[in-house]
């Protein structure tokens, strides 16, 4: 039996969205989630808010045990004066690290069910694309189907893609059959296969043979350069590369630093899945109990052989990227060049006003995952300042989550207008973006985003070129750690600093997508 | 110096522990000979070739230099046995020869190598490494660890590092000695192990080096004071220094209840943690039972309680009545009779 105190305290605190989001069995039963909770989720070990563990609290607190409390409840009126943590450590982090160790298939190839068309079929799908007269033809290669997955990468492989062909060239793309994170050094004739797209329409599963006889044919009855440019090679053979190179003999090759896949598995560089490593040497303390750095050495010695085997110029989104890139490796290339995926254009559209909002209007941009932060946001928003009149908490993005202290904004911006999300954030009037990456950004459209905006934006030194940008235009400030976040928030020097921010007018403006890397690849091409 | 040999002292439950050991000191010390000692016995069908694989010398606990060994092994537990051979083992090694030995115990993993100890090996002739170089600053801290420390020892022996001179030899048999009599968990009556007997070492012993450089033997039990944490340049530090070896000792529910009290804000502690449960699954055998331990049964197969093995130590005219108290039908069935089982 529940007395009415213990109900009213919890009732208090509980979050019902998230409870009915993380068990969808008591909607699906139509049971009122706080009385489940009371009832039988506390003694199950459901939570009722994301960051509090009963199960945790019964197992590390006997005493409460002992004398028949609720968990909850008990940290609520007392536990939490009492300095007893909510739940394990850094359990968010410890989860990430033991998953890092435990889960090796995001890295393993797989075959695909699919049946890929036959050679004649895809001469013939082929052949009537390149009937027309084109000035080149692009081979790209990246590591999924980018029309239809939204994100940074993809949506500046599809401005590509547009402005190739604008420029009356063709723009053949290839990702693989079962998207997967490992790179394999030996090309598997038979089984290798990939999803091909042709000027932004997708088209069939082909086998990866069948598109190098085809291409090869096609190289030899034809003058038209051939450039290859390699966005990513997660989920590709290096061995497929090789020979297509051979073969083929591109024109130019491109590299593109969108990640760090060519110095390590870990894309992102992050140690263990959750914290950015700076790429430190093969051999290193960090390497050795990093779950990617058994693998690292492999890894590398693949990726230097794609770059012998391509001799590339390599592009990199910003200089931060590129120098960080630089230094951590040894690989043959022809050179590097920075070419920024789009330009902020400061032209006063759309201007801010210098009243900020009360409550002052916070945003998470982007998708709610670890690697960008959602973990630290969700806590600021959720648990931290939950019942604070001083804020409110939003999350742009085009996946919904959160406790229902976060209001979510649906944004799209894989399609159409690259200025989406800085209109989003204008219209709802965004005073903080917290750009809380964990990753160093080689390039961050969403800190680009934010900063049009006219949002004041909170970054971690480690966040690359998020960090630079918003260093360099003096759009916010650079917070040293989680602590300090919370104690700007917590202190309410929040509101302060964004007022004397708005008080200097801030500029705000549009993304211009630049197309400087697609003159690179296409000017002066000629057959070797 | 140039001869430095390796010592660990195990149960075959805990072989996985020794190969990552192992295969840590050969990536930081290639030139170290390696030694485990083993005290228990092989089960049928038991894969002798993880052994070779992964150290130079085997020695089994039964070819060692103990009168009645029956009687002798009975009177310890796993752990007081793993550590009561660890002084013939030492003493075996420096009649081999060897320049110096280094002690590691079997849930050690070294991250760097450890140049401060081989440098202490040209002057010194005991190196010792302490639980605690820091003052506790907390009531519970000062409880938990330094009081601890008075209590099982000053010095954490799954260290220790001896010259092949003449005090070294000395301490070998000294400790050697103590070691065949009392290496026993018995903490309130003075005595743990190995490793209350090492805090006479100072006493007894010239040219002994307190090793307090903060990144050896960083274990749950120091790590308030030694927080780990990656610089730049991916060099793991506990306390601002290149972390040498960290003591994962207890890495279970016990164990990671002492690190989340005393983590502080260092999360790489957990990184460690779960690259060395990562290490164990690797380096299992599947020929080996959990839980085994050959001397852990009467020859019934009845496992034997710790206060059996209590009794019988406790009174030396035992030793001569039962030489052999595994056989069920002598000490255990006088226990019996007499209601003491």
Known sequence: MISEGVKDVVSANFDRQYYLSANPDVGAAGVDPLEHYLIAGSIEGRRPVFWFDPGFYRDRYADIVNAGVEPFYHYLVAGKTEGRMAEKPFAIERHTIARAFADEAHYVHSKSHETPIGL????????????????????SVSHDEYTKISGGLQNAIGQEQREVNARGAVYIHVAPAVPNMGVRESFVHSAEAFRLTVDGRPLALVRAEDLNTYLARWRQNNDIPFILTIHSVLGHSVGFIEELALRLKPN???????????????????????????????????????????????HVDIMRRLFRATCPTVLAPSEVALDLWKRANNYIYE??????????????TRPRSRNIGNPLRVAHVGVPMLHK??????????????????YEFFLFSAVKAGSDRIQWVSVDTSKGNCNTMVEALQEAEIDVVIHWSLCYETFSFSACESILSGAYVIVMPTAGNATLLVQDNGAGEVCEDKAALFELFQSGEIVQRVKDYRDRDIPTGDMLMETKAVSIMLNGASKP | MTRIHCYTSVSLAYLQRARILAETVRRHHPDWTLWVCISDKPPAGFDLSILEKSFDHVIWVEELPVDAMASWIFKHNVVELCTAVKGYVLDHILEQGADAVVYIDPDIALFSPLVEVVESLKSSSVIL?????????TVSAILENERSALMHGV???????????????????????????????????GIYTDQRWCDLVPAFFDNVKIMR???????????????????????????????????????????????EIYAGQSKAIFELVEWYRAAMQRNESSTIPKRWWFYGNYDDGAPIPYEHRLTYRRDPSYFERYKNPYVHSTFRAWLEQTGQA
């Open chain 1, 120 to 139: 004649a079929e895809l001469i013939g799908v082929l052949d009537n694309v390149l009937q027309k007269a084109c000035s080149h033809l692009v081979l």
């Open chain 1, 252 to 298: 130019r090759s491109f590299i593109w630093l969108h990640d760090f896949s060519t110095l390590c598995r870990q894309f992102a560089l992050l140690r263990n899945d959750y914290e950015f490593c700076w790429a430190p040497e093969l051999g290193s303390h960090a390497c050795q109990v990093c779950a990617h750095g058994a693998k690292r050495s492999d």
């Open chain 1, 335 to 348: 050179r590097a060049v920075v070419v920024p995926h789009a330009t902020m254009v400061f032209d006063g």
């Open chain 1, 373 to 390: 932060g959602w973990p630290v946001f969700e806590e600021l928003a959720s648990n931290l300042c939950a019942r604070d009149p001083r």
């Open chain 2, 129 to 137: 490494t302490p639980h605690l170089i820091d003052c506790e600053t």
């Open chain 2, 155 to 189: 010095y954490n022996l799954g260290f220790l590092a001896v010259r092949n001179d003449d005090i070294g030899r000395r301490f070998a048999r000294w400790w050697r000695d103590r070691l065949s009599l009392f290496s026993y968990e018995e903490a309130s009556r």
């Open chain 2, 213 to 259: 450089h903060a990144g050896y033997n960083v274990a749950s039990w120091n790590i308030s004071q030694r927080p780990l944490q990656f610089d730049r340049t991916g060099c793991l530090l506990a306390k601002g220094v290149p972390l040498r070896f960290y003591h994962f000792t207890k890495i279970d529910h016990v164990g990671e209840l002492m690190i």
